[in-house]
């Protein structure tokens, strides 16, 4: 029998009971739409943590903090640890780490040219700055023997503001600028330029640190987009300034933002370190960079083995990919159960259907079908259901998904531009073809044993007793 | 004349729980090629069950069919599709049409079976609707039309094949006298024109001396054989 009149014959069928076919249809319609919209909220919620932990840091870099090591339960693992060179020795010796830079940070009033604003400054070892998954869109990065040189990220620009700006600022008008609608800034204005950081000790004595400009960093938000990098030892100088002899920090002056820096940064860790006097010298954090992104967990565990605190976004990474894990298969099998009742379903229409044709099945057997054309004439029926409910199941969930999205456009996506926009729910080319492919398998499979019931009809029976 | 059909010791029993009936009861038969045989007998006297067996729908408990000396009782069920499929027309007493199809459709399952394409099949199916008188029921549904009418068109389906033997198994018994007539004298008009085989149950005596022969059956068995083909010619010799 031709292929494509067994199709046509089975369209035939089905469509002879256009109300019952329907409703099977339905069944797996709803099924396929469960599961493929199920699957697709955790494929879109994991694709756009994954995006946004992208562009907010590196998954090779781990940030060792002053402090205390906490397990999973928020219990601390022993003494909290010094940062200093012997740490630093101890972490380069761990396997998989690449590059280490220990670094300090200082915060302050800076001046840029005739404009005036706060800066956070952070020292580092100017060998590894280009190991250290740095990279300058302009300009060059620090490297070996510079001495009052700077990096500066891509949106430092916007903290410096001339006299004219100032004035708005104080009057509250700049206050909460909305990043898309502030005036654009071309952070290649920066480069070559002196930028001077005003260091305080006492309300009296001041000092001015000078630095040239040598490269802006790629990325416009990620951690290092509103930081700036010297040297560490010029910063170890500033520092060292500010400490002489006040055990107050020295965060310069007059600029509001200064103060904001200083706050969300390491001010705690600092003050403990200035407490003790041995302690002086120890390092603000430490820069770890790993081989590969899957080394990063491992490095990070054994870090904090040793009884560091120590941070790093693949251990985010982690926590989230598991819950997403959960949720998709959660997720995943109330749509597979709906599948399996679907299933259930066509077996019912088929076995209905036998009943009811009985005598034609006979027929077809007198009149010369085979086995194998009646088995394959079922099993296209029941596939047929599948294929129907998977294709318009399919549809529907492009339109579901479409709705999601744009239900929680606003929620997700507040203040990202186009191109970064993430979707909640996301179905791939993959998803798709699997989906189809699987109604079409569930609807073989349910009509696997309606259409062994087919063939072992006997043609006599059907025949007899008219 | 050759043999077509050997029957040889045929014996087909059935249990129905404690009970076993004896449908055929050690038959031995020949019929020959292009001969129109009737098969008389009361009801349960195992008429159908000869012929379902001739035809291998069914699998006898004993004996023999040789088809041309090939055996049916060996014959795997693929074959004996196939079988069917080319050389087989089957006519039934409530005809049998599939109730979804209209005349042409049902008429040109076969050939679907058979694998023949679209284009040929609806062409052969249409010039045997046309020869039987149907040319204007070609799109009904067996519903849409008379019960002759409906036998014509699962006589048009038995024919469709060009088959060499076609079973009918009281294809009158749910017409009129005067539709049993013409149906009985399309059906020996076809014999006689294509040479066909053809196998007829009844339990009428007056069709069934529309046949050659005619065979008498009684609780399975054959009681007596009637050759008017002889009676036939001693006519036109008479004449
Ligand atoms: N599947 C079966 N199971 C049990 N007994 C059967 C079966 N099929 C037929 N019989 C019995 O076999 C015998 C012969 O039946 P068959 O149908 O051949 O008779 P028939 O001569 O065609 O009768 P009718 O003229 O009523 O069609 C009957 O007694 C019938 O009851
Ligand atoms: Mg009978």
């Known amino acids: 029998m031709n292929k494509l009149d067994l199709l046509k014959l089975a369209r035939q069928n089905l469509w002879r009971r256009k109300l019952r076919t329907i409703l099977t249809v339905l069944g797996v319609l709803i099924g396929t739409t469960s599961i493929v919209v199920m699957l697709s909220l955790g494929i879109g919620l994991r694709e756009s943590q994954r995006k946004s932990m992208e562009s907010w840091g590196s998954l090779t870099m781990i940030r060792v903090q002053q402090g205390m090591a906490f397990d999973n339960e928020g219990n601390p693992l022993g003494e909290a640890k010094r940062l200093n060179d012997e740490a630093v020795a101890e972490i380069k010796a761990i396997e998989g ?8 940070d200082v915060g302050g009033e800076a001046r840029l040219g005739r404009k005036r604003g706060g800066l956070q400054l952070i020292g580092i070892d100017p060998e590894v700055m280009d190991q250290l998954e740095f990279k300058a869109e302009q300009g060059r990065l620090l490297k070996k023997g510079d001495r009052n040189v700077i990096v500066v990220g891509s949106q430092v620009i916007y903290q410096f503001h001339d006299e004219s700006e100032r004035r708005k600022m104080e009057r509250g008008m700049m206050m909460y600028e909305d990043p898309r609608s502030r005036q654009q800034k071309d952070p290649a204005e920066m480069l070559d330029q002196r930028l001077s950081m005003i260091m305080q000790n006492g309300p009296e004595k001041k000092k001015n640190y000078n630095f040239m400009v040598v490269g802006i960093l790629e990325g416009e938000r990620n951690e290092h987009s509103y930081q700036a990098y010297a040297p560490i030892d010029d910063i170890k100088k500033m520092r060292d300034f500010t400490r002489g002899g006040s055990t107050q920090r020295g965060i310069g002056g007059s600029g509001r933002e200064a103060v904001l820096l200083a706050r969300s940064g390491k001010t705690v860790a600092a003050k403990k370190g200035s407490s ?25 565990k054994t870090i904090k083995d040793k009884g560091y605190n120590c941070w790093s976004m693949a251990d985010s990474l982690e926590g989230i990919e598991k819950t997403s894990r959960t949720v998709q298969a959660v997720l995943g099998g109330i749509g597979a159960i709906t599948l399996l009742v679907a299933a259930l379903g066509i077996t019912n229409t088929m076995i209905m259907s036998i009943y009811e044709r009985t ?67 996301l179905i791939p080319s993959w998803l798709a073809l699997f989906a189809l492919l699987f109604s079409v398998v569930i609807g073989l499979v349910a009509g696997l044993y309606p259409a062994h019931r087919a063939v072992r009809l006997s043609p006599i029976r059907a025949i007899r007793n008219e | ?41 009361t009801s349960g006297s195992g008429k159908s069950t000869l012929l379902h ?74 010039e045997i609707l046309v020869q039987l008188g149907l040319q204007h029921r070609l799109k009904n549904k067996p519903t849409e039309m008379s019960g002759g009418q409906q036998q014509r068109v699962s006589i048009a389906r038995a024919l469709v094949n060009n088959p060499k033997i076609v079973f009918a198994d009281e294809p009158t018994g749910n017409l009129d006298s005067k539709t049993t007539e013409e149906i009985m004298k399309l059906l ?9 085989t053809l196998i007829m149950v009844t339990h009428d005596l007056e069709l069934a001396n529309y046949g050659d022969r005619v065979i008498s059956m009684r609780d399975g068995k054959i009681t007596k054989i009637v050759n008017n083909k002889e009676g036939c010619r001693d006519e036109k010799k008479a004449e």
């Open chain 1, 359 to 425: 005598k034609e099945i006979g027929i077809m057997k007198v009149i010369g079908a085979t086995f194998t054309d009646i088995h394959t004439l079922f099993l296209a029926e029941a596939g047929m259901i599948g294929f129907i409910g998977g294709l318009f199941g399919l549809g529907l969930s492009y339109g579901v998904s479409k709705i999601i999205n744009h239900l929680f456009q606003n929620y997700l996506n507040r203040g990202m531009p186009a191109e970064e926009m993430m979707s909640i729910s």
């Open chain 2, 53 to 126: 067996i001739m035809a291998g729908l069914e699998r006898a408990t004993k004996g023999e069919v040789l088809l041309r000396g090939v055996s049916l009782t060996k014959m795997k069920e693929k074959k004996m599709a196939g079988f069917r499929r080319k050389y087989l027309g089957f006519i039934f007493q409530s005809y049998n049409l599939i109730p979804s199809m209209t005349a042409l459709e049902n008429v040109a399952l076969p050939l679907v079976f058979d694998g023949v394409n679209k284009k040929a099949r609806f062409k052969r199916s249409c």
């Open chain 1, 276 to 300: 003790s006097r041995d302690t002086a010298n120890d390092y603000s954090f430490i820069l770890v960079r790993t081989g590969k992104v899957e080394q990063t967990r491992e490095v990070s």
């Open chain 1, 97 to 104: 780490v690449i590059a280490v830079s220990p670094a300090y």
């Open chain 2, 1 to 41: 004349m050759s043999a077509l059909i050997e029957i040889k010791g045929l014996t087909k029993k059935y249990r129905l729980g404690q009970e076993i009936i004896i449908a055929l009861d050690n038959v031995d038969l020949t019929i020959e090629e292009g001969e129109f045989l009737c098969i008389l007998g």
């Open chain 2, 188 to 196: 020996k008009e076809k014999v006689n024109k294509t040479g066909v």
